[in-house]
T-cell receptor, first 112, second 112 residues
Framework: DAGVIQSPRHEVTEMGQEVTLRCKPI?????LFWYRQTMMRGLELLIY????????DSGMPEDRFSAKMPNASFSTLKIQPSEPRDSAVYFC??????????FGPGTRLTVT | ELKVEQNPLFLSMQEGKNYTIYCNYS?????LYWYRQDPGKSLESLFV?????AVKQEGRLMASLDTKARLSTLHITAAVHDLSATYFC????????????FGKGTHLIIQP
């Protein structure tokens, strides 16, 4: 079975540009999570969805960040405009209800 | 707000030795998770502990949970080099299909 799929795997962009990260959860899973990992702050929850509905976005750092889940098989995380401090690895994870969260391979974002 | 503290954060040990990683959490957590992360890779689920006194074992790793002490442990028996990785514990403060709060991780190096 395919796991969580994320694209792109690597993204290098210039400050001020718009960045869109994509995630396809495991088929049948109804919860989707976006996390960010940096050396300084570790793993942080940004936002999560249950049944395509955003439940808690209190971890989204600023208004520059937005996330959508238009259907059960696709989610995006957008940063506009991007800044160097947004450089991190962004993970998407999915789960079935309150089960184990399965993580995707991550997107390594570098903003210069 | 749930806070999760792991110790030690760095551990270098020899093959064949036993050691324990500790995870303390500040408030009630519905369940406690342990994940493994290899350098440059994603997070892999190891254990989910659901109730007080829960103990789970997989190979040389054993995890336990004491909800009264708000403490989980990950015990490594007769360590081997392949167990070198970063180990994270995490709780979900809201319960159910909630986002996870992670500890800072324990970077484990096992030397021959």
């Amino acid at each position: 079975d395919a796991g969580v799929i994320q694209s792109p795997r690597h993204e290098v962009t210039e400050m001020g540009q718009e960045v869109t990260l994509r995630c396809k959860p495991i088929s049948g899973h109804n919860s989707l999570f976006w996390y960010r990992q940096t050396m300084m702050r570790g793993l942080e929850l940004l936002i999560y969805f249950n049944n395509n509905v955003p439940i808690d976005d209190s971890g989204m750092p600023e208004d520059r960040f937005s996330a959508k889940m238009p259907n059960a098989s696709f989610s995006t995380l957008k940063i506009q405009p991007s800044e160097p401090r947004d450089s991190a690895v962004y993970f998407c994870a999915s789960s079935l209800s309150s089960g184990v969260q399965y993580f995707g391979p991550g997107t390594r974002l570098t903003v210069t | 707000e749930l806070k999760v503290e792991q110790n030690p954060l760095f551990l270098s040990m020899q093959e064949g030795k036993n050691y324990t990683i500790y995870c303390n959490y500040s408030t009630t957590s519905d369940r406690l998770y342990w994940y493994r992360q290899d350098p440059g890779k994603s997070l892999e689920s190891l254990f989910v502990l659901l109730s007080n006194g829960a103990v789970k074992q997989e190979g040389r790793l054993m995890a336990s949970l004491d909800t009264k002490a708000r403490l989980s442990t990950l015990h490594i028996t007769a360590a081997v080099h392949d167990l070198s990785a970063t180990y994270f514990c995490a709780g979900n403060p809201g319960g159910g299909a909630d986002g996870l709060t992670f500890g800072k991780g324990t970077h484990l190096i096992i030397q021959p």
